[in-house]
């Protein structure tokens, strides 16, 4: 018997990655589901050979580890109370809106000795991680740019109806991914600028410890003609850019399952553990922040 583990969710993203990379993944199995309307929670349980569960406690008593697949606010709560009973936590991004809460989780799983991940994406798509660890082993990049424009309020769209993505935007929805990559590669951030554009559309200026500074462009609300994304890292000897994923999601959730499992020696430790995620919330509340200051306060008037 693998890994015992429970989703929390019931969503498109909970079914089509989280529990379809669980049901095959062959060191664990998928015991348990909990979503906030049990009836849903049932339907996808049935439909992973999984047990539903009407109370989250009662769930997180009964299994190892729990993958998280619900707005921000409700996993900061939720994986407070799983990691003080004893379970691993595979968080989504971001793992929470505040740093307070951040800390929370954190502290949990400091004080649980349980394992933790923040599944970002490209973190965990084969190709795109090994373009990252090869970045890594070169020096002196000194800018950054991601470009993330999408279209997500569209009928039919299966983020569409996230209430928390349409009152959050495009910031805290896949700031957190282009972070993921942007940290990685040029070293934590110290501050930040922010602008809006049309719509939900933001531009974000982080500046590095390493004295590097990179830019994130984003949104959820892009017209046609503007869709699409870059990723690009430039440096003294040459610029590259992160290819495009060759695999799927949940086969991303695969490989973050696996790294999951991985035994380590010691208190045990990742890059894109709770500790990380928690920075990249700080640095999503410190460009909210600036964003909330009235215009006159952000800008410098031409002319």
């Given at each position: 018997m693998g890994m015992r583990f429970a989703v929390v969710g019931t969503g498109f993203w909970a079914r089509e990655t989280h529990a379809t990379a669980l049901a095959a993944h062959p060191d664990v199995d998928l015991v348990g589901v909990w979503g906030r309307s049990f009836t849903r929670a049932a339907e996808l349980a049935?439909?992973?050979?999984?047990?539903?569960?009407?109370?989250?406690?009662?769930?997180?008593?009964?299994?190892?580890?729990?993958?998280?697949?619900?707005?921000?606010?409700?996993?900061?709560?939720?994986?407070?109370?799983?990691?003080?009973?004893?379970?691993?936590?595979?968080?989504?991004?971001?793992?929470?809106?505040?740093?307070?809460?951040?800390?929370?989780?954190?502290?949990?799983?400091?004080?649980?000795?349980?394992?933790?991940?923040?599944?970002?994406?490209?973190?965990?798509?084969?190709?795109?991680?090994?373009?990252?660890?090869?970045?890594?082993?070169?020096?002196?990049?000194?800018s950054g740019y991601v470009r993330m424009y999408g279209s997500i309020f569209e009928p039919g769209n299966p983020y569409g109806t996230s209430a928390w993505r349409r009152a959050r935007g495009a910031l805290w929805d896949i700031g957190p991914h282009a972070l993921s990559v942007l940290v990685a590669a040029l070293g934590p951030v110290t501050h930040v600028l922010a602008d809006r554009g049309q719509g939900d559309t933001v531009t974000i200026v982080l500046h590095h410890r390493s004295g590097a500074a990179s830019t994130m462009s984003l949104s959820l609300t892009a017209p046609p003609g503007s869709l699409g994304s870059t990723w690009q890292l430039f440096g003294e000897h040459r610029q590259t850019s992160m290819p495009e994923a060759t695999t799927t999601p949940a086969a991303a959730m695969g490989a973050c399952i696996s790294t999951l499992l991985t035994e380590q020696p010691g208190r045990w430790r990742h890059p894109c553990d709770a500790s990380f995620g928690r920075d990249v919330v700080a640095i999503l509340q410190a460009a909210d922040a600036f964003l909330q200051r009235p215009l006159a306060d952000r800008v410098q008037p031409v002319g």
């Open positions: 049935q439909a992973f050979g999984a047990r539903p569960y009407e109370r989250a406690d009662d769930m997180f008593a009964d299994v190892d580890a729990v993958a998280f697949a619900v707005p921000p606010n409700v996993q900061a709560d939720l994986a407070v109370r799983a990691a003080t009973r004893g379970c691993h936590l595979l968080l989504d991004k971001p793992m929470a809106f505040s740093t307070a809460a951040a800390d929370r989780i954190v502290e949990a799983v400091e004080g649980a000795g349980v394992r933790s991940l923040v599944f970002f994406t490209s973190r965990f798509t084969a190709n795109q991680a090994d373009w990252l660890t090869g970045v890594q082993q070169e020096p002196a990049w000194n």
